[in-house]
């Protein structure tokens, strides 16, 4: 089970760090990746960091101010997000693919998900 944490609300220009934690088992083997939502829209890829941590991929609108980075001592994947934008107001999700090692952009690409959190930027 994953869980993602850390939202809450933010001024435009801020930063926020988001967590995503799998309680029960290991995820040090699978790429994460981060997703978000906004209500009446599709789910959008964000970014993904591979198994090793290596590795890391960004959506165009993200690059450059967010980073994704990973912990396995702790199963742990972060999304350090910095200088917020309004448009970065959704629901935030992490998610792995259910094969290990591989790195994946695409949403349906991903099966397994956890909850998500609320970041709010305000103007």
């Known amino acids: 089970q994953l869980q993602a944490s850390g939202g809450g609300l933010v001024q435009a220009g801020g930063s926020l760090r988001l967590s995503c934690t799998a309680s029960g088992r290991s995820i040090g083997y699978y790429a994460v990746g981060w997703f978000r939502q906004v209500p009446g829209m599709e789910r959008e890829f964000v970014g993904v960091?591979?198994?090793?941590?290596?590795?890391?991929i960004y959506a165009d609108s993200v690059k450059g101010r967010f980073a994704i980075s990973r912990d396995k001592a702790k199963n742990t994947v972060y999304l350090q997000m910095d200088n917020l934008k309004p448009e970065d107001t959704a629901v935030y999700y992490c998610?792995?693919?259910?094969?290990?090692?591989?790195?994946?952009?695409?949403?349906?690409?991903?099966?397994?998900w956890g909850q998500g959190t609320l970041v709010t930027v305000s103007s």
């Open positions: 998610a792995h693919p259910s094969e290990r090692l591989v790195t994946y952009t695409r949403v349906e690409q991903f099966h397994h």
């Open positions: 960091i591979s198994w090793t941590g290596a590795n890391t």
